[in-house]
């Protein structure tokens, strides 16, 4: 309820600011690779399906490089696949040898 309560005042304070040239965004990441999941890749032993810092760097960089008359309200960088689940489908299957 948090993130909810975060996003709905960032589109107030667009709303709000906006015809004063001012512009406000809303990354919305997903599961990062940085110290607070340190537990999780204990616990699945898999890091590849989490999301570096570099994709959430991507997005700010992409917000402030935009033109003047446009502005992202909304970047949501999600993971590709759950990172805490096995995978459905598996990146990589071996074929079988004839």
């Known amino acids: 309820s948090l993130k ?6 960032s589109k107030g304070l667009f709303w709000e600011l906006r015809d004063h040239g001012i512009k406000v965004t809303s990354i919305l990441p997903g599961v990062t690779d940085t110290d607070l999941t340190g537990k999780l890749n204990e ?4 890091t590849s399906r989490l999301m570096t810092t570099e994709a959430i760097e991507n997005a700010v960089r992409f ?3 935009v033109p003047a008359n446009v502005c992202p309200l909304e970047i949501a960088v999600i ?5 805490w689940t096995a995978p459905v489908i598996p990146f990589e299957q071996k074929h079988p040898e004839k």
């Open 43 to 46: 616990i699945t032993g898999d």
């Open 4 to 9: 909810v309560g975060l996003r709905a005042f």
């Open 79 to 83: 993971n590709q696949q759950t990172p």
């Open 63 to 65: 917000a402030l490089t």
